[in-house]
């Protein structure tokens, strides 16, 4: 089976930092579309950050500037990498990612999620 595990997260004061990853697992054949959500406490699950297999990576406007997302094919891992954080960027966030599995039948991309991981900024 195909799986998302997200890691990183945790407590941090105002300003500091954190590197979100998520590590894909299974039979995987190619990862096209990944991204990062939020849902902060009592909000709708949005999208924070995504970046196709090939051109420009796509940031919500409160993140831009402070936010990087990245890949690495060879360890078959997305990165979130955050800066100056603030209490606004408090929520659970998730790792989802377009996935082509030898196992799928048909043979075609699914959409996959993590868990989540909690990140929780101080003031």
């Known amino acids: 089976q195909v799986q998302l595990m997200e890691s990183g997260g945790g407590l941090v004061e105002t300003g500091g930092s954190l590197r979100l990853s998520c590590a894909a697992s299974?039979?995987?054949?190619?990862?096209?579309?990944a991204a990062w959500y939020r849902q902060a406490p009592g909000s709708q699950r949005e999208l924070v950050a995504a970046?196709?297999?090939?051109?420009?990576?796509t940031y919500a406007d409160s993140v831009k500037g402070r936010f990087t997302i990245s890949r690495d094919n060879t360890k078959r891992t997305v990165y979130l990498q955050m800066n100056d954080l603030s209490p606004e960027d408090t929520a659970v966030y998730y790792c989802?990612?377009?996935?082509?599995?030898?196992?799928?039948?048909?043979?075609?991309?699914?959409?996959?999620w993590g868990q989540g991981t909690t990140v929780t900024v101080s003031s």
């Open positions: 989802n990612a377009g996935i082509l599995s030898s196992s799928f039948r048909p043979y075609s991309f699914r959409s996959v």
């Open positions: 970046m196709p297999p090939r051109g420009t990576t």
């Open positions: 299974g039979s995987i054949d190619s990862i096209g579309v």
